[in-house]
């Protein structure tokens, strides 16, 4: 079983998420395609962060029309924060028949010796990268040993952020058209509770 892993906040999943994993699904040979909730970015401030079990939900409900799409909480029981390293060994030793690749933007590759014991990722995953908007530079990207395994992917680019979505149901405005329809109702409901 050929799995993609695609980590994330996921602060909320919107269609710039589930479209990339849909081109990657078409253009790759990925059997499914794992979206890993994260609890917490080791490099990221938490301030913002939804609540585990809401960014979970609505990332559920927004896959839930996708059969080679999965979603996973694994992290949500590991000990924080959480590193990538670590989740990978995990995920190995409970499913050691699955041949795991992880998905990053280029924006990460080029923090990608920050990350916590990233030679062990580098030389057993292979690492699909793709290109962020602005990122088209390739000069401030540092040599990693055994670059065979990063994998540079031309997947379209989706002018989409979780930010821009949350500011807008701070201010009561509609999110149609960045998020699956399927998960409208459900933000609004956690909006009407007082919840995000």
Avoid at 21 to 46: E, G, M, T
Avoid at 65 to 88: C, H, K, R
Avoid at 151 to 162: D, K, T, V, Y
Wanted: aromatic fraction near 16%.
């Amino acid at each position: 079983m050929n799995v993609l892993l695609y980590f994330g906040s996921f602060n909320p999943i919107h269609n710039g998420h589930i479209n990339l994993a849909r081109y990657l699904s078409d253009h790759y040979d990925f059997d499914s395609i794992w979206f890993v909730v994260s609890p917490q970015n080791p490099l990221k401030p938490k301030s913002s962060l939804w609540d585990n079990d809401i960014r979970y939900n609505i990332a559920k409900k927004a896959l839930s029309d996708y059969s080679n799409f999965f979603v996973s909480d694994i992290e949500f029981g590991m000990p924080q924060p959480n590193y990538t390293a670590n989740t990978l060994r995990r995920l190995s030793g409970m499913y050691p028949n699955y041949d795991f690749s992880i998905l990053i933007g280029e924006d990460n590759l080029k923090i990608f010796y920050k990350w916590f014991d990233y030679q062990y990722i580098i030389d057993n995953y292979k690492i699909y990268v793709y290109p962020r908007l602005g990122d088209n530079e390739d000069n401030d990207i540092p040599k990693y040993n055994n670059e065979n395994n990063i994998i540079r992917i031309n997947a379209p680019l989706f002018n989409i952020s979780s930010t821009i979505i949350r500011n807008r149901l701070q201010k009561s405005e509609s999110v149609e058209g960045l998020v699956p329809d399927n998960v409208i109702e459900l933000i609004n409901k956690y909006c009407e509770e007082g919840r995000i």
